[in-house]
Structure formats: C-alpha cells, structure tokens
C-alpha cells in the first residue's frame, strides 16, 4: 500500500510569507502528526490531528497551525515565517486507535523547509 | 516535561556490535520506540518496549528498564547501510504523544 506523501518536497520562501504544507496519511489511517526536525534538537512535536480535531498540540507559537479534512489528509500552515523556521517538516500517520495504546507513527519524507 | 539523552554520535567497524543508550525522565511513561533515519529519507519503525526486558528482532535488539528510565538498541554484525541516525522515542501516558530525543549518528565504517 502507498506510505505518507508529503508535498512539496523542497521549498524556498522568505521572511514575512508563508507556507502551506500537504500531507496524505496511508489509507485507513485517521492520525496525523506534525513534526519539525531541525539539527541538534531532533525532532520536535507540532500538533497531532484525529477525525479533522486537533487532539494533541505542542509548544509552538501561533505561526504554526493544521487541519484534517474528511478524507484524513493534512496540511499545516505557517504564518509570517521567520529564519528559524528552516527545517525539515515530518508528517507521520497512525490508526489512531489509542484504545490499544500506543500506535506506531509512519512517517513521509518530509518537505525541506528554507527561509531566506 | 520530557528530557530524552542519547549520544550525539558513534562509530563502528563493519561486522562489530554498537549499543545506543537512551536515558530519559519524563512525567509519566507509556513506552519507548526507537525509530532509524537514514540521511535524506523518512524515519522507520524499529522496535517498541513497554515492559522491561529484551526485545530481540533479528540483528537489532532493545532493551528496557523502567525502574532505572533507561533503554538501548543493540545492533549487531553491522553492515554499511545501518550508517544512520537513531532516534528513542518515549510515549506519555495521557496524550500518546511522542517525544524524541535528538538522535544518535552512527557511522560504520570498513
């Protein structure tokens, strides 16, 4: 079966735009989580979505947000981007079935984030 | 909070074993994964412990102590592609939510 795919793979954008991320989680699985990972500090929670909620968030500030359509596939935005938001952005999806404990996350490839 | 530590690198020889600590103190425990991530590409699922002992999956083991917030992936008879990062990966108890330590870098060298 097709894994996560995440798009665009690469992007370059400048200080003040911003930028929209994609994200189809395999079939059948209602989780998405974002991720950003950057060097050194590994990779860093954003906020986790089930059935189109938001289930789970991390400490990022308000730049950042996401949804989940019906279909479960993900996007998440970030406003107003500064330098440190170059990063790789991780889109990991589960059955989300927490019922049964923890889910294993599978994982896209990322999409390579640049800001200039 | 979560506070996860790994080494930042190791190396090894081709065919050798290397061990990967990983030390954590969280608020709460619901389990640990370890995950590999090759240079370019997506991280994998390698294992998951939620009680202490052994997990043995056939050159890759893990191992867990709850008691001592401690946990390891053994990788045995190394070849070149497990060059990688290694990332640990504790579970909290109330969201599921994952927290990751930085990654440990393991080159093998010939």
């Known amino acids: 079966k097709a894994g996560v795919t995440q798009t665009p793979r690469y992007l370059i954008k400048t200080r003040g735009q911003q930028v929209t991320l994609s994200c189809s989680p395999i079939?059948?699985?209602?989780?998405v989580s974002w991720y950003q990972q950057t060097p050194g500090q590994g990779l860093q929670f954003l906020f986790e979505y089930f059935s189109e909620t938001q289930r789970n968030k991390g400490n990022f500030p308000g730049r950042f947000s996401g949804r989940q359509f019906s279909n479960s596939r993900s996007e998440m935005n970030v406003s107003t981007l500064e330098l440190g938001d170059s990063a790789l952005y991780l889109c990991?999806?589960?059955?989300?079935?927490?019922?049964?404990?923890?889910?294993?996350?599978?994982f896209g490839a990322g999409s390579r984030l640049t800001v200039l | 909070g979560q506070n996860i530590d790994q080494p930042t690198e190791m190396t090894a020889t081709e065919g050798a074993i290397v061990q990967i600590n990983c030390t954590y103190q969280t608020s709460g425990f619901n389990g640990l994964f370890w995950y590999q991530q090759h240079a370019g590409e997506a991280p994998t699922f390698l294992s998951y412990?939620?009680?202490?002992g052994l997990e043995e999956k056939g050159r890759f083991s893990s191992f867990l102590s709850r008691s001592k917030g401690y946990s390891y992936l053994l990788l045995k008879e190394l070849q070149m592609k497990d060059s990688a990062s290694y990332l640990c990966a504790v579970v909290s108890p109330n969201d599921y939510k994952l927290s990751f330590g930085a990654g440990t870098t393991v080159t093998v060298r010939a």
């Open positions: 990991a999806s589960s059955l989300g079935d927490e019922s049964s404990g923890a889910n294993v996350l599978t």
């Open positions: 079939s059948g699985h209602r989780s």
């Open positions: 412990n939620v009680l202490d």
